[in-house]
Structure formats: C-alpha cells, structure tokens
C-alpha cells in the first residue's frame, strides 16, 4: 500500500495509513528534504459539516453545494453527471473553495464549530488525525482523533471495517446497518451481545443501464472486503454468514490482533449478513458500540437493544 495513495485509507488504523504516506512522500523530489509533521484525513461528509459552517459553494457551471447534498455530489452525481476528464476538475474547485471559506471571516464562533465538528466527525471515523511527533500525537490521541481498532477494554467495540474490491463508485450504493443485542450481564464482569452486521446493494436494476461502466465496474456489484474485529480483551464467536456469495472467510492476525476476513460479492438487490456474538472484557463499564468504515451519510445505521440487563459499575 505505500506505491499508490489512493490505497491509503485501507489501514483501519490511521498510524499505519500515515506511515504510508510518509514512505510516499519520502521518495517524491519535493518530499524528499521536507519532513511530513503529520496526516489529516477527511471524508465528503466532513466536507459537507464544513459547508454547513463555512457557507454554500458554487460551482464553475452554477451548481450550488449547500450542507445537505455535498457528500452525495462527490460520491455520486459528480460521476453521472460529468464526464471522466472534468470531475477533476470540480474536485478541486469543491477542495479550494472549502479552504477558502474556512478562513475567510474567521472568528471565535467559526473556530468553536469546527472544534466541535471535529469532535462528533472523529467518533464517527469522518475525521481523523495523526502526528510524527510523539508528544503531539499523544495529547491528539487522548482527544480521540486518531482513528484505530478497538483498544479500550473499559469501553468495548467490535470493530467492522470494509473497503470495495470492485474497481467502481458502488460505495454510495453499498448501505450498512447493524443490531446489537445484550444478551447477558456475566458473573465476571463481562457482558454477552449478539450483532448483525448487514450490508445491502441498493442499486435497483432499472438504475443499472443509466449508469456508466466507471460507476458500475463489474455489473454493479459490491464486492466489500470485510474485517471483524473484537473488542480489546473480548472475543468473537459463532459467526455466520447469510446471503450474497462470501468467499476467503478466514480468521488472521493483524498487527497483533485477530481479525476474521472475508470477501462479500453483493448483486444489485442483494444483503450480506454476518451475524455473531461478542463476548467483552471484564473490565467492560460502557455498553458495546460498533466502530465502522464510515458511509456517506451521518447516520451510522446502528441500534442497541440492552434491555435484559444492565451494567453496574462506575
């Protein structure tokens, strides 16, 4: 993943995505003799946060970017509605008007904002930061703001992280929800969930033929590479898998932790399933949450179900 920086994102944690870019950077003529101080990583739903703050953008040819439909424009309408050798092009205009906007008229009130934003985007994996130096990037750390697998035993999360195999734009089309449900509240001090994690092909068939190859790659399919990982000192088990056709459903170990993969091929119209249950550390004070690859809208699709106990401790 350090040849091609459009790979970089991969890395569920940001540590090794910086480290990427590090070695990228380091073999550039102009990255050579200037050393990175870190990484920031933004999504379009970031971007359409900013929007929402900062004001509308306008586009070259009159289109108008407001703070609810910027996200869908770069994950989707910019590819049907432009030809490949323009979208570039709005790329850049969207990037330098948001930097603009962002500085113009800065004020105490923009500034809290953005802080703010930055806040509620990283729980949600929208926002993330990363610095080389090591007393900076612990205080960014302690914030929050540098994404990773699940590390808190008192604060448990099953990790899911998913990037597209099918050379395509089918990530706007690929929607995720996931259920958990608390179980048991076990004599150890641990808590029992079951979690459905599902992943849905929303593109109908009467869409397909509206749609360009450069969007669809190979027939609209997703093909969502899938990692599952338990919460930090918990486990995983009984895991299933439902629907579409996963292939590769392996369990691995990945920079020290277990990690179950796979690979889920999703037609149009078709749901993948995995469903399975997690088992969290003793120390466990905080009910399960899932972190996740984010989609390109706010709402991460998660319910919790914890009616049949509750956790007594501080």
């Given at each position: 993943?350090?040849?091609?920086?459009r790979?970089?994102a991969?890395?569920?944690?940001?540590?090794?995505?910086?480290?990427?870019?590090?070695?990228?950077?380091?073999?550039?003529?102009?990255?050579?003799?200037?050393?990175?101080?870190g990484?920031?990583?933004?999504?379009?739903?970031?971007?359409?946060?900013?929007?929402?703050?900062?004001?509308?953008?306008?586009?070259?040819?009159?289109?108008?970017?407001?703070?609810?439909n910027?996200?869908?424009?770069?994950?989707?309408?910019?590819?049907?509605d432009?030809?490949?050798?323009m979208?570039?092009?709005?790329?850049?205009?969207?990037?330098?008007?948001t930097?603009?906007?962002?500085f113009s008229?800065?004020?105490?009130?923009?500034?809290?904002k953005?802080?703010?934003?930055m806040?509620?985007?990283?729980?949600?994996?929208?926002?993330?930061?990363?610095?080389?130096?090591?007393?900076?990037?612990?205080t960014?750390?302690?914030?929050?703001?540098?994404?990773?697998?699940p590390?808190?035993?008192?604060?448990?999360?099953?990790?899911?992280?998913?990037?597209e195999?099918?050379?395509s734009?089918?990530?706007?089309?690929?929607?995720?929800?996931?259920?958990?449900t608390?179980?048991?509240?076990?004599?150890?001090?641990?808590?029992?969930?079951?979690?459905?994690?599902?992943?849905?092909?929303?593109?109908?068939?009467?869409?397909?033929?509206?749609?360009?190859?450069?969007i669809?790659?190979s027939?609209?399919q997703?093909?969502?590479?899938t990692?599952i990982?338990?919460?930090?000192?918990?486990?995983?088990?009984?895991l299933?898998?439902?629907?579409?056709?996963?292939?590769?459903?392996?369990?691995?170990t990945?920079?020290?932790?277990?990690?179950?993969?796979?690979?889920?091929?999703?037609?149009?119209?078709e749901?993948?399933?995995?469903?399975f249950?997690?088992?969290?550390?003793?120390?466990?004070?905080?009910?399960?949450t899932?972190?996740?690859?984010?989609?390109?809208?706010?709402?991460s699709?998660?319910t919790?179900?914890?009616?049949?106990?509750?956790?007594?401790?501080?």
């Amino acid at each position: 993943m350090s040849f091609d920086i459009r790979d970089l994102a991969v890395y569920p944690d940001t540590s090794r995505v910086a480290e990427g870019m590090q070695s990228i950077w380091q073999r550039t003529s102009w990255g050579r003799d200037t050393p990175l101080d870190g990484v920031l990583m933004v999504d379009p739903v970031f971007l359409q946060e900013l929007v929402k703050i900062n004001g509308n953008i306008t586009l070259s040819d009159g289109r108008v970017l407001a703070g609810g439909n910027t996200a869908e424009f770069l994950l989707n309408k910019v590819y049907i509605d432009y030809p490949v050798y323009m979208q570039d092009t709005y790329f850049a205009q969207v990037a330098e008007q948001t930097v603009s906007n962002m500085f113009s008229n800065l004020d105490l009130t923009k500034l809290s904002k953005v802080a703010q934003l930055m806040g509620s985007m990283s729980e949600g994996r929208c926002f993330s930061m990363y610095s080389f130096d090591e007393a900076t990037e612990k205080t960014i750390s302690d914030a929050g703001f540098t994404a990773q697998t699940p590390s808190s035993e008192e604060h448990p999360q099953a990790g899911v992280y998913v990037t597209e195999q099918n050379p395509s734009k089918m990530g706007w089309y690929i929607h995720r929800t996931s259920k958990i449900t608390r179980s048991a509240c076990n004599n150890d001090g641990s808590q029992t969930y079951h979690v459905e994690y599902k992943m849905t092909n929303t593109l109908e068939s009467s869409q397909i033929g509206a749609l360009t190859s450069y969007i669809l790659g190979s027939g609209g399919q997703g093909v969502e590479k899938t990692l599952i990982y338990a919460p930090a000192g918990g486990s995983i088990s009984n895991l299933k898998i439902s629907g579409g056709s996963v292939t590769e459903s392996r369990q691995e170990t990945l920079n020290g932790k277990t990690v179950y993969a796979s690979n889920a091929t999703i037609a149009p119209g078709e749901s993948v399933t995995y469903s399975f249950d997690v088992t969290t550390s003793t120390k466990a004070v905080s009910d399960l949450t899932i972190d996740q690859t984010p989609m390109g809208w706010i709402d991460s699709g998660v319910t919790i179900d914890t009616a049949a106990c509750s956790i007594n401790k501080q």
